[in-house]
């Protein structure tokens, strides 16, 4: 199937570590996006309950939450993954890549669109916080443990507080 | 019985994602607390193995560290919940909201006493780390990612390393 | 066994919350790091798969990653631990100790050697991020949360972002 392909595929180019094509399956990012792809599915049918019963089982089985309300774009890949924690409202775009105890999360101040969005080709690095409903520009990379609490403009690297 | 319509009602006060009563039973936090009470109810009686071989269950059900011996208030409420680690000697009030990643933890240098006390209605964000035998006064907001390590006043917001 | 003694020995030399002998058993360092064992052991006769298979087995079972390709050195250990990433490369010296949330990571941009070495003696606290093929000295103390990007001196205490 062409899904399994490209998610094979998408993990096989981003990760350096990786020895050969079978690894792929112990990978969290796999079980969970499979997941989430149906999670996703049920939460657009209004199944609101099994969409987090699924979400809240894999998190369990692999230590990524992704809350079935997000929408993701094409060649999405998370490294490692535990803690990472993305929020109901968060849209991510194309060939974004996270890694471990990343959260897209809320602030507690927004209403309906609470959390963040992220353009193309954006990499957030481990353990980075983005909060609120605010915009990461395309192609712009937050450093490990950044808090990042305003808009980012494309192409900018963030390193520390942004705020 | 009262214990659940309590904690049920807390964590429908507090999660904004939520939409029926029937998701608060997939909350890694609904589990973590039962484990908790069990747990500490054992501690107290000095049945130590057993105390920590239940908080550790119930660490791997849910990613969330609560050692048995910590003393928590009414309405406590933990969002998502991977990576908490709150330490044996930590005391905290009431109404108190942490996010994910907290640690209320040691520094290694003191005695008995060696973790934070946190007081009513404060809020701590997520991968936010508080160590030592500390206070945190009331109302005060610990933002996300702070490293704290002196006493916080109370109504204070605290973003950042505080030492 | 020799090997169960030093491990039980190093545990509760380790831990002031520690209550028995027999609470060692819960730790989530005395499983992961015989994973760890079995899972080097397969890496180092090219059993990659397998080698995988167990250390994500074990990051499941304990929130704790190590690749097994890592190389670890005497009286290592690893306090709670949720949230532990290990790159495959990282080389760690005797009586190093970490705390949970911890990497030792890679930035993406070195070949081979692409995570950190670690030192006798170091100690690593909560949530601190340690990326590239770097050098952290001897006795070196890296405190919880910082982010290391370069070598550090033996007997350094880092804190905050050190780059």
């Known amino acids: ?50 969409a987090r019963f699924l979400s809240e089982k894999a998190k369990k089985r692999t230590g990524i939450e992704i809350h079935p309300g997000a929408v993701i774009g094409k060649n999405f890949f998370i490294d490692h993954g535990t803690g990472v924690v993305i929020g109901e409202t968060t849209v991510i775009g194309d060939n974004v890549m996270l890694y471990h105890g990343v959260t897209l999360g809320g602030t507690g ?12 080709n954006v990499t957030i690095g481990a353990g980075a916080i983005i909060l609120g409903n605010i915009v990461v520009g395309e192609n712009a990379i937050i450093g490990a443990g950044s808090i990042v609490l305003k808009d980012v403009p494309c192409n900018k690297v963030v390193v520390g507080v942004y705020k």
């Not at 096989?12 to 079980?31: G, M, R, T």
């Not at 101040?109 to 193309?120: F, G, L, N, Q, Y």
């Open 1 to 50: 199937m062409k899904f399994f392909k490209n998610l094979i595929k998408t993990i096989k180019d981003k990760d350096p570590a990786i020895h050969s094509n079978l690894e792929v399956l112990v990978y969290p990012f796999f079980k969970v996006y499979i997941y989430y792809k149906i999670a996703h599915f049920l939460y657009l049918h209004k199944l609101y309950f099994w």
């Open 109 to 120: 101040k927004d209403k309906e669109k609470r959390h963040p969005t992220i353009k193309d």
